[in-house]
């Protein structure tokens, strides 16, 4: 049984979360990333396959992806330079990608929900730590640019970036309706 204190810093984290679509130009360091990397990989792993791999994109890396998003669209002009710029907008992109394992006792759907956690588990500790993230996804994810640039191998699907920076002093704090639980936590 955890204590109150402890249950009570959980809670605080899970409902303080919040999306940031602005970072400022600041990023965690990679030996910041590996510690908070290696706590997030305590999610829920069904059979310990750690079904899952993660990627750092900074500086050029941003600008190739962004390289990968127009060659994948139909954009031009001003429509593609926009498009290039959306890896700009913070100093490091985390790519979440679901690496599948053959397993006969582990479903294929429940190693992406163990990458998921990773992910979630990992946009926590970055707040936790500081620093503002937001999971975005779209629909060059899953494109056969995007794919080469990220190396994908077969079995493996990209589930989008954590784009990670610092907070902004400006920044207003997020509003996410609260739910009604009745509504959501049923009884068998």
Known sequence: MTTDAAASAVLLAVTGRRSYSKVTGEAPTRTELLTLVTAAARGADHGALRPWRLLELRGDARERLGAAFVAASAC???????????????????????????????ADWEQDAAAA?????????????????????GPLVRTAPVRELHALADGEELLGWLYVGGVPDDCKPGVRLSIDAEEFLGVL
Do not use: N, Q
Request: hydrophobic fraction near 55%.
């Open 76 to 106: 031009e002009g001003v429509e593609a330079i926009k498009l290039a710029g959306k890896p700009l907008r913070a100093p490091l992109l985390i790519a979440l990608i679901t690496s599948r394992h053959a397993s006969f006792k582990v």
């Open 117 to 137: 956690g990773v992910a979630h588990l990992l946009t926590l500790l970055l707040a936790d730590a500081g620093w503002g993230a937001m999971w975005r996804t």
